[in-house]
């Protein structure tokens, strides 16, 4: 017991003396350039060049020379008297393993590396950069990058790249995280051309050590930044990420991009893994963790802006208000707002009164509500709409008409009275509206450009404050394994049906026969009509190759369909599955997969033959909770089929919740399942029963792969 708890204690002292040094990277107080260098074409040049306005001691490290840009020059780490926060690694890839072991050896806090030539560029430059790593994991020193244009950090005024014009980011209150360093600057760069500030813009580039986890985690108890704008393309280690993510988006707002939505997924047996993608896999995490998912660097500059003022608290669902000066635009807005799916509720009576007695007759009062032109009870209206209890947020929309309404003082008195979002749209031109945008940032009221842009603002509020509530309700842990025993050998399925029974998801009454005289023994003993199915070990998916034949009624269909199933071309002949046929319903897929990045993820979608055509799902990590598992189902874009679209039957969604719940567990308690699916699962009033099964193990993947 004592040697497990100094192994821990041990780990601890690692962990934080790792994180300590994360801190002097991206906070430093003394920085030292490795390759700095007088000829202002090379990027050791550029990076001492833009270190000018750091306050703190700036060194370079250079074999010969003794002063470089007015700078003194070290031959090398040792040298130096005191150990740096920060060195600047500007050399050829080669060059850069034996600089950062002096670096670790000299106590430096971390590096950061420009030059490319590592990982990204094949096998030789995979090893070079595995070296790096070995040097982090021993000696706790942090590595940014490599190739990477660095790390922005205007409240040190700290300009660790080489990029023009990065120096003239204003200090905020908006910190940027992106796997590119080029993606970086850009929202950097949009996120000031709305009038707002950076705390922290950092560029991964290979994320060998520096992860995102791992500045997200330091950002969390940051008080200069309230909002986080994340950008990734690639999420080696998603688990740890999605339970970072978790804990962070409760205390500040985290806003997302995603790249990659053209991936087509790896490859894999069952629909699931084809369903599931591994853009879907993340986007889905990220939202399930919290974050705001976004789909391009305007809209996650914009919403990271919008969120850094003010957020909505935890709620399952927002009502949002407009107070518009042109009913054009208003209605715009509204639409846009309602086809999200975000809730426009009517005014309260007492305040459609209060709003009507300050507004001409003949302007709609009830939400949204059309002034006809801002006049003045202006003030009066919008403070009436804020202070109304079912709404959340509002929004105003009026052209620049400086001669009718001053925004600044028009929105202040509610915004400071209700202590509710309230956000300003607009458009006039450029030259005229700039004083008015000014203003408005200095009353620290948040503006955006057109009705389109408000429309993302309320899309944005509602997403972040239903997150939070959903991790309020979540009962998300890190996945634990159940005592069960493993799953050794390929599973048909009668036999996956078996499992999946075991943990009382409902399948229909069947036998498993070897042969024909045994498939009509069980027709005879089960009830009428049946179906039968090819149960060959090595097909997965029997409607491919014709091997299901539903509704045989007697001897003679039953014959035909067994001679059918014998034609079909399978290492295993003669085996079949006879089984009663199950009511009416609507069909469903119910699945998981193993995901190397993220664990195990359910997926619940549109089934039947059409899963990968229709390709309406929606994922989860597990282990999921009925509510996430109903939240999943409003995400369907097919969800109405399951309340009695038509003729077919209402369905029990808590059945459905129920067997996702299971899925999703049974992937934790065998790890060694790649994946799992029910294609389809039969849903009706009465329930949910499972008319296939697919169980694929990871030994078996790799067979097949």
Same mark, same amino acid.
């Given at each position: ?27 430093? /107080?003394? =920085? @030292?350039?490795? *390759? ?9 040049? %550029?990076? +001492? &060049? ?124 908006? /910190?940027? =995280? @992106?796997?590119? *360093? ?9 996120? %000031?051309? +709305? &009038? ?124 949002? /208000? ?384």
């Amino acid at each position: 017991m004592q040697n497990n708890n100094s192994a821990l204690d041990a780990a601890d002292t690692a962990q934080r003396h790792k994180e300590t040094n994360l801190r002097r990277l991206l906070n430093p /107080a003394s =920085i @030292a350039v490795v *390759g700095a260098s007088a000829d202002p074409s090379k990027a050791g040049s %550029q990076a +001492l &060049r833009s270190l000018n306005g750091f306050p703190g001691r700036v060194v370079a490290v250079h074999p010969r020379e003794s002063v470089i840009q007015g700078r003194h020059c070290y031959p090398t780490f040792a040298d130096i008297l005191e150990p740096v926060d920060l060195a600047i690694l500007a050399i050829p890839a080669q060059h850069c393993i034996q600089a950062a072991r002096d670096a670790a050896a000299s106590g430096v806090g971390g590096i950061f590396i420009i030059s490319g030539g590592f990982g990204e560029s094949g096998a030789a430059g995979a090893r070079l950069q595995e070296e790096l790593a070995d040097i982090c994991r021993a000696s706790g020193m942090r590595l940014l990058g490599p190739n990477t244009s660095g790390f922005i950090n205007p409240q040190k005024q700290c300009v660790a790249s080489f990029v023009p014009g990065v120096d003239q980011l204003p200090k905020g209150r908006i /910190a940027v =995280i @992106a796997q590119s *360093g080029g993606v970086n600057l850009s929202i950097a760069f949009q996120i %000031q051309r +709305l &009038r707002e500030g950076i705390s922290l813009a950092v560029g991964l580039g290979n994320a060998v050590d520096v992860e995102a986890a791992d500045v997200l985690s330091m950002l969390a108890s940051d008080p200069n930044t309230t909002a986080i704008a994340l950008h990734l393309e690639g999420v080696p280690q998603g688990r740890k990420l999605f339970e970072v993510l978790s804990t962070v988006t409760r205390l500040k707002p985290v806003v997302a991009l995603v790249a990659g939505r053209s991936d087509i997924g790896e490859f894999a047996v069952s629909h699931t893994g084809n369903l599931m993608g591994s853009y879907q896999r993340t986007a889905s995490a990220l939202t399930q963790a919290g974050a705001v998912v976004v789909d391009s660097t305007e809209e996650l500059a914009q919403a990271a802006s919008i969120l850094a003022h003010r957020r909505l608290p935890p709620k399952a669902r927002n009502g949002f /208000a407009l107070v518009t000066g042109q009913a054009g635009p208003g209605l715009l807005i509204i639409d846009g707002l309602k086809t999200a799916g975000l809730d426009v509720p009517e005014l309260a009576s007492a305040t459609i009164e209060k709003v009507q007695s300050l507004l001409p007759p003949m302007t709609f009062v009830k939400n949204p509500v059309d002034t006809g032109r801002p006049g003045p009870g202006f003030t009066q209206v919008l403070s009436a709409v804020a202070a109304d209890d079912r709404i959340d947020a509002v929004f105003v929309y009026a052209l620049h008409e400086p001669a009718v309404l001053d925004p600044s003082a028009a929105i202040s008195p509610a915004v400071n009275r209700e202590k509710k979002p309230v956000i300003f749209g607009t458009l006039g031109t450029q030259e005229d509206l700039q004083p008015v945008l000014e203003q408005l940032v200095r009353a620290g009221i948040p503006a955006v450009l057109g009705p389109e842009r408000l429309v993302l603002a309320g899309k944005v509020l509602d997403a972040d404050s239903r997150g939070q509530w959903r991790l309020k309700k979540s009962s998300f842990t890190s996945p634990i394994a159940g005592d069960t025993a493993t799953l050794a050998n390929t599973l048909n399925e009668d036999q996956a049906k078996a499992f999946i029974a075991s943990y009382g998801i409902r399948t229909p009454q069947r036998k498993f026969c070897i042969g024909k005289n045994e498939a009509i023994e069980a027709f005879k003993a089960l009830t009428k009509p049946v179906v039968v199915k090819i149960a060959a070990d090595d097909v997965p998916h029997k409607t491919e190759v014709g091997g299901v034949f539903l509704g045989i009624q007697d001897l003679q269909s039953l014959s035909s369909a067994l001679a059918a199933i014998e034609r079909i071309p399978t290492k295993t002949p003669g085996q079949f599955l006879v089984e009663e046929m199950a009511p009416l319903g609507v069909e469903l897929i119910v699945g998981a997969v193993n995901d190397s990045s993220w664990g195990p993820c359910v997926v619940i979608g549109l089934g039947g033959v059409l899963a990968e055509a229709v390709s309406d799902s929606s994922v989860r990590l597990a282990p999921i909770s009925e509510l996430d598992a109903a939240d999943m189902l409003e995400g369907l874009r097919g969800k109405k089929l399951l309340d009695g679209f038509r003729n077919l039957p209402v369905c029990d969604r808590s059945a459905i919740a129920d067997v996702a719940v299971k899925i999703g567990q049974i992937l934790i308690d065998h790890p060694e399942i790649a994946e799992i699916e029910i294609n389809p699962l039969r849903v009706n009033a009465e329930g949910a029963v499972a008319l296939d099964a697919l169980v694929v193990l990871k030994n078996q993947q790799e067979t097949t792969s």
